[in-house]
Each structure stands twice: as structure tokens, then as C-alpha cells.
């Protein structure tokens, strides 16, 4: 920690002395390639978004077949990070987990091999924040600008180029990572230093994990106390135990239509996910020896509908776990 | 509860049958007086309300000296509830605690020594919902028509007339009791039968007490992680992990103005208040068989609070008890 | 509350004064009959045990069907509880949950409508504390007096009257109440005043509660983490992590011989009897504003198991309940 | 993740194939020189031991001063573990944290600087048992063998020889490590491949937080019942409540004599270190995906405390955290 501590005030010092010069190397005005490494359910419409606006995009992703529609969109596919490395100076990343970003970045055909001074490096996963400063202090080391923009929002969002960007890294440089993240997203928030993105995040899943089954919770406390469920949703809604999970995503099968509840939890955002951020959170408040008793509770609970046959289901799911079986 | 149930049921049959006649016995086109018992931070000013909306109120309290503004402003004070049942069809009650309402109810100069058939009584105190029920039965056995109508919203709310009213009882007697609430508040919502007004009330303070807890995690955990508290608030309030303690009434000093955070914790709603109504949530999920893991969390920790000298200071300062000590 | 409590000062009271007189009118020399109330699986072999030591029976159950094999051993049977009020002046209750007792006691062919002065009344059944005291109450009005006598063990240990018992009432009366309880029991423990009988079970049981949720935690992450079971079973054992639950009652499949978790979870103390247990707890200490995060959380994973397929099995599946599962 | 498991069967087959021969040139009959590192509070009592038995200590610490007392009682003081490294083919290393762990093994004047193939390090320190991994790794990269040897017990324990050490390594060092620990423990416990000492110490601190945090709940609920805390000990110390905690630490005042409890919760062991071994038990949960809702909570609890000022008081006093303030 101390470490990682000592690195970042490194980068911060580095880029103020030096960052300018790299900037003017790269190509703003005109709409030179970019690339874009992860072609998974998220980064597929992330980077149709790019090609929509005109951006060339080099793209690779490690199961070539994804890789397919993007081509007869105009994408240039190529095999490895390295080779996206070689030919674009602003690359966007977008991978399910912390062991695929490292393999990208500093694997032995990552973008690290190859990167050139001054690329601009934007990874919109949603990882470990101490792999997010490891990548960002490699980077530097090879002159190259690493910036955080993980994502809010779903599938539908990422299509509709509604997403939030969440980006933490030198401020300087956030003029240029939102000229590309504007044209993929609706919102582009500017955090702090790199890793303020994933802290942002971080706390933000926490925060939602909380209010859902918080709502969860009280949804069915309220029902086995008598109340119409759809009359307590609109109570709640106007009153001080408002919050997303009970006014946009409510958890109660009949309350809201087009939500995961109204679907038998199908789609929206998968228990194992928020286990996933939730861990993050947890790990990130114990290194920092922050008491988080209802976010580690939360984290607790995810956990064990994991192992209960809800990984799948969205994370919402968690009424329906804490629900009397049928037929008792 | 088996008991309770079928009283309830006992109720809406009676009521059903019976009910409209006594209606009729009750002037409700002209402004007959209505009763006022308990004159404490929130009754007085609801009391107020009655007097400037034209109604002539007949008023007590334990503590005479409570009455002598009121008075001063025209209402009749008198020395017993059982008075106010003389002189009064509609009363109403605002009392702190389920004692309190027992006595004024059923106490030997209560208000159902003197009750008239067919006189209105609302309750609304927070109490334990069982109370509720009790006191429903007894007023029913005197002909009289039960209401709880709890509120939302606090000292500064009931001045301005602008509280939430949250109402259980017979559907037929919604519109009588909206008359004189709606004089009291800015929302009157029908939640049920007798009792749906207080489970109503229990499940929104559960939530809030989840939510204020969880904000107050979150953006303490951020600003370990070096995120600034008025930017991550900004962050939360676009997203998914919005809430009323975030967005509204946000726990961290700094970040909103004319909240308690801002004036440390002074004023507002105190922690000891919010164990009261976490110990309700938890004593009707015990009884229903309830799962509520956050819920029951939520509770111990302002029960821990209360011990460790927060009792009086708003519920938001769970904030400061969950921080780092100053100097460590 | 506050109203429980006079009542029991004045139990207390009236004990002293006018106790003795009673006592001297029940025969304590001679094997007078004795009562027994409640022929479930744990009242059957209390019963037979006062059979066994040369006590006569006079036995009634809600289902005549169970009193039959008592009958052929030699008990009488009698159809209500007052029947057996009116032929025997100690009378034991074993009873499943508040409401029989409540019934048994208080209703319209209860014990106290036939009850003699002076008559002792021993409830074993684990109930309600505030209903201990209110039959407490019931009682000393009719001139009787009652102890609750909660009981530790299982059927197993009811039928090798070992089981131990937690004694609560009038301390001049306890030697009376150990003659017959030491028939069925190897432990008779004095505890207190009325109603110090289920405190003290109820408390027994929180703490085993958390033991047990604690250990099944504790095995599961040392298995995760490569450690053998049996191995660290016996680590802890032999360390500061010791409880009854690691060392006497092992959850781990494999770990120890003739356990619930040797046998698929079958027999031994059901999940729903914890809940119902930890119920009481939470209840206890809600009233008394007692923190008890610890055993809030664990009332509530028990809830959530009871609704999740494990209402009826023993309470150490809590190890299945939180283990990944089969095939993932 | 993946990587460390991979690098810890590279261990295994490493030792298998190689490790006899460094063995051979250990001597081990003789009392050749034994290193010692870390002379605080635990270590300098274990190095006295070593000298009592008869081993030369070759001995350093960062404090110079905390040397001079083993200096005067024989044993040759040198300036770095470096220097340690040359002169013993046998080091044990007793530190605080992770950090000075790292350093002490491969920091510019580190034990690895020096090894000598086929030296046996002895790591009893309790730190994250990712960086044990690492270490192992380290110093199987220089034909050094590793094991982590935590420990069970005190200061107390510690001067009279009587700690419980749970060691992880290759098998076939136990015997050579075990020889030098039955000098300065009671118990010497093999738990499995290194890492397995720490693991084992996690798993019975988390179980241990657990009991405490839950004895202290269920003597403060019972006291509030009206139970004589002496008497509650005594019945759950005979019953399935029973744990360490309440049979030979009890945290009530005056239960127990010379345990914290009993002095104002001074000495023993701190519930800043509690918490400390907590947030490892929550990183390997966390890192593991094992669900821990009661040993979450308690890391919870402990580091709520370590906020609230019993940073350096004995883990027993979550019963003072627990209680009502005086004079509330």
C-alpha cells in the first residue's frame, strides 16, 4: 500500500513535468484510429458507438468470432493488444476481470510491448483498484497515459450510448479520454487521480447493493404486515425510504413493468457482479480500516446467494431469496 | 397474533354493518370541535393548525403548562382525556410512546370512559403496532371508530403544515379523518386497515435507517479512497446508488447545507427516536418470521449508538460515529 | 413493562408473606400424584421418568392417541387440564409454543379454573418470557404458584433423564420442584425469579446459536483455504476458537461420529426451533434495548434458512447452508 | 491469484525432488547457531528460550536497545538480517506486520541477501498469508526452505514456553523446525503446505472473535434479564453456550479473576491486533468467495471500536462497547 502510495505521487509528479509534450504528439482534431480491446457483451456496442462517430477502430478480442460483426461494421481486426498498440495512439479497454487486464496490458503480446510514447490508455473494466494503479504505474513507465473509466449502466446503455463514465487519471488529460467516452456514454464524470474512477464505482455498487435489499427487506416486511405492495412502492417513493432500488428498479414482482423483477430476474445486472464489486469494497475498506457493517453484510449476502442457485439471476433476485418458500 | 388477527377481522365485519349510522350521528359539513390530546414538540403545532383552519379545539395534556399557548390562542383546555370525550366527536392524539396512548385510551380517566358512540378517534403517535390493534378493539367495543395515522416529517413539518400522514382504518371513514389531517399536513395516504398507517410508517423508517447507515458507509469509505465528499455525493445522486440520506440529507459535514450534518447532528430526528422505530420493525418481523438481515443490523448499530453518547444527536451522525477518531 | 414488573414485585411480595402456608398443605413426604400436561415427544419420556421413580401420573394431552402407552404404564388419564388440576397439587407442563400454554393455563377447561391453593406448577415448555410472567401472575392470583422450568437436551436426553433444567420462580419453592425435576433431569439449576428459567435458556441459546454459525464459517473458510477438517477441528479445539459446537457438535461432515452432520442433518434441534428460540432473544433484547449484533444476525440467517428448505433440519446445516454448491 | 497457486505447486515439486540434499548439509544434531529476528514484546521472551535450551542466538532488531538484554544473557548481536543470514543456517523471525516481514526477507540488507542454500526459515509473525506465499517463493528461488509458524498465546505464554505454534511448509522440515520450536511452545501443530500456519491461526481467530464478541452479547442480555452474571457463566459453561470466551475469558467484570476482564480490559490481547487478524480473515474470505456473516460482522464490530477508543484495550472489552453508558 505503501508502495502503491509512493508509485501514484510518482505519476502525478511525472505528469505535470512531463505529460504536455506527449499530448501534442497525439492526433485530436482529426479523427485518427482507436483502438479497442474486449469485444464481450459491454465493449461490442461500446465501440459500434466509436465507429457510429466516425472513429476508425482497431479492434481485437481473444475469441476472434466476436470480433466478426465489428468487421462488417468497418473495424480493422487484429490478432493481439500488441499489434492494437502498433496501430493506434488512444485505445480503449473493456474485460470482465483483473487477471484479463494484466494479460492485456503486460502480457507478453500486451499493448505495453508496443505502446508508444504518449498513447492514451482508457480502461473501462471494472477491476481491483490496485490492479488499476499497477497498469497505470507500467504505463507511465513506458511514457504512455493510463486512465480509469469504468462504467454504470447495462447492455441497453452501452447500445444507446447512454453509459456513465466514472474516469480517474491526470486531469490534464480528461479533455481527451471524454472526447471518445462522450461519444459511448451520456455522462462523463471526472473523479480524481487514476483510480478514483474504480473508487467511484466502488462505493456507488456498495451504496445500491445496500439500498436493494434494504428495499428488498422492507418490500416484504410491509406485505406480511398487510400493506398492497404497489401502495407501500408509492409511499416509500415520496417519502425518506426512497431510493433507486424502491423507485426505478424495484425489486417486487407487479410493482414496476420493464424491470428484472417483472421478467422472473432475467437480465439486468447478475448476483455473482455485484458479489464481485462487493468484494471490492470489501477489500478496499479493510486495507483502508474503514467499518463498512452493512456493506460487508451485503457482500455477505450476495455471497451466499451465489452458492444458492442465484448467481445468474439479477441481483434484485434477493426479494425472492428472502421470501417464505411456496407451499409452507 | 392469532387473537389479534381475529379481532381485526372482527372489526372490518362490525364496521361493515354498523358503521354508517354512527357517521350520520357526526357533524362533518360544520367545524364542530375536535379533541387535541398531547401538546408536546409536534401536537402543539398540529393543534395550532386545527385553530387556524377555524376548528374549535379542546385540548389537554399531562404537563398543563404545554396547554397555555394554545389556550391563549383560543382553545378550550381541559384536565382529563375522558373531558375531551365529552366534549368532543373527533379527537386526535399525538403522544410519545405506547404507555402513554394505553393510558390516555384506556387509563381510568381515559378517553373511553367518556366516549360517545360513533366518535372519531385518530392516533398519531408511532407506537407498537400491536398497541394499535388493542386500542382499535377496545374503541370498538365503545362504538367508537379507530384510526392510526402516524407521521413523517418532523417539528419544522408540523408548523407548516406540510407532514406526511400515513392512515389505517375503515375505508369509510377515510374521508372524516382526511378533513381534519389535511389541515396538519401536505399528504394524507390511505395505507389499509387499522394498523397499515404505523407497519407503513416502521417499513419507510427501516429503509431510511438502511440508507442513511449505507450512505453514511459509502461516502466515508470514498473519502478514504481519496475521493472528494461533495463530488462522490454528485457521483451517487446520477446513479444507481441515490437515496434520500444522500441526495437529501446527507450525513458527511461539508456536503449540503441547512441539513443536521452541516450544524453537528443538532435538531432533526434523533438516533434514539430511530432505535425506537427499528425495535418496532424488529419486534413485527419477528413476529411475522420476517427475514430483515439490514434491517436488524441497522437497529443494533443505533442501539450501540444510543449506549456510546450519540442518543440525542440526529440519526445522520452515524457518519461520525462509524469515522476515525480525531488525532489517530 | 413497567406494568410486568410491578406485577412480579408483587409476586414476590405476596410469596413472602403467605407462602409457607401453602406449602405446608402439599404432601412432599409421600409420592402424592403429580401432574403432567403435554405428551409430545419430549413430555412422554419426562413423563414415563416420574412413572419410573414410583411418582402416579395423572396425564393429559390435546391428542388422546399419545397418552396411551403412559396409560398402560400406569398413568391416569383425564381429558382436560383442569381435570388434572382438581387431582394433583404439583403439576408439570411440557407444551410447544406460547399460545398452548396460554390455553393450557388460562382457558375455558385450563388449570387454573380447578386449581388448588398452593398447588405448584412447573411449565417446561420454552415460551415467551413476558407469557412466563403473565401466567405467573394468573397463577399467584388463584393462590399457586408457578416456576418455569425450560429444559436443556433432546428427546434422547429426556429419555435417560439427563436433561438439565433452568429453573425460575420463588427460591422457598425450588427444593419442592427439584424432588420431580431431578427425576427427569441429571442438572437442576436455580436461576432466579420468575421468568429466570427461559432468560437463561434463551441466552444458552444465542450464544450457541453464533457458536454454531460461527464454527460452520470458521470450518468452511479453513477447507477453502486448504486446511483438512479434521485437523482444524482439532486445532481449534485445543486453542482459544474452542466452543461446543467445534469440539461436542461438529457441523462438518466427517469431522465427528453420531452428530446431526454425520447423518445428513437428520434429528437433533431443528432449524425452525432456533428460529423460534432466537425469536425470543431478539424480542428480549429489543424490549430491554440490549444490543445483540451478533445474535440479531444469526436469528436472521436462521430465518432465511427456514424459508430456503432447512426449517427442519438441525441447525448445524447452517455449514451446507453457506457452502458453495454442488457442481459449480 | 492463479499465479501464486501456481508458483505453490512449483514449491511442492521443487522440495520434493531437491530439498533432502540442503538438508544434509544443516547440521542438526549439534546446537549449531540460531538466527533471530524481531526482539519486541513476543520475540525477545522466544529467543531467551533458545538460550535456555542450550542454542546460540545470532540476533537483530530495527530497535538496537531491544537487543541488549538478549546481548547480556549470550547471545551475539549483529546489525542486519543479512548479516543473521550468514552467520545461521537457522533463522526465526518474529514481526508485526507484513511490511517488516517483506523487508526483513528481501529488502537491501534482508535475510535473502544472504541465505544460505538449504536454510530453514521460521516465520511466526501473523501477516497476510499472501505475502507467506510470496516469501516461500522467494526463498525457494535461493535454495532457502520456508515456513510460516504463527502462534498461539501471549506475552505470558511466550516467557514461560508455553505457546501453541501452527506451522505450514514441506513435510519433511517439520522435524527440524519442530526441534526448534518445542524450545519456546507447548504445542507445535502441522497444518499443511506454508501458508496452512497462518491459515489455521485466521480460522481460530475469527472463530475466537466470534465467541468473544457472542459471550459478551448473550452476559449483557441476561444481565438486563435480571440474571446474576456469575450464575449465567456457571449454567452456560455447563451447557451448549459454553466457549473459550465464557469459560476462561469471560469479559464480564468480576465473573472471572486475572483475565483482562478483571483489570479495567489492560494487557492481553488488543483489539487493534483483533482487528487486524479479522481483515485478513475477510481478504481470504473475500479472496476465496467463502461466505463469513459473522466474522464479517465481528471485523466490523473491532474496527468500529478501534474508532471509538479501545484501539489498545483487550478484545474482551466489546462487553464494555456493548453496555449502557453510566449514568444513562
Redesign the interface.
Known sequence: M?ALLRRSRNVLRWNRNVDFAYVSTRSMASKTPVGFIGLGNMGSPMAKNLLKNGYPVIATDVFPETCKELQDLGAQVVVTPAEVAEKADRIITMLPSS?NVIDVYTGSNGILKKVKKGTLLIDSSTID?TVTKEMAFAAEKMGAVFMDAPV?GGVGAASMAKL?F?VGGVEEEFTAAQELLACMGA?V?Y???V??GQ??K???????A??M???A??????I?????PK??A???N?????????D??NPVPGVMEGVPSANNYQGGFGTTLM?KDL?F?????????????????????Y??M????Y?NKDFSSVFQ?????EG?
Chains 1, 2, 3, 4 share one sequence.
Open positions: 505503501a487477471p483498484p454504470s456513465t466514472m455522462t464524470v473523479c480524481g487521480q483510480g478514483s473508487a467511484a466502488i462505493c456507488n455498487n456498495m451504496l445500491l445496500i439500498g435489499i434494504g428495499t427487506e422492507t418490500m416484504n416486511l410491509g406480511r404486515l398487510g400493506l398492497d401502495l407501500l408509492k409511499i416509500l415520496m417519502s425518506s425510504g426512497r431510493c433507486w432500488s424502491s426505478t428498479y458479489a468484494g469494497a470489501q477489500n478496499t475498506a479493510t486495507n483502508t480500516k474503514t467499518p463498512i457493517p452493512l456493506g460487508s453484510l451485503a457482500h455477505q449476502l455471497r451466499v451465489c452458492s444458492r442457485g448467481a431469496f428472502l421470501r417464505e418458500e409452507q
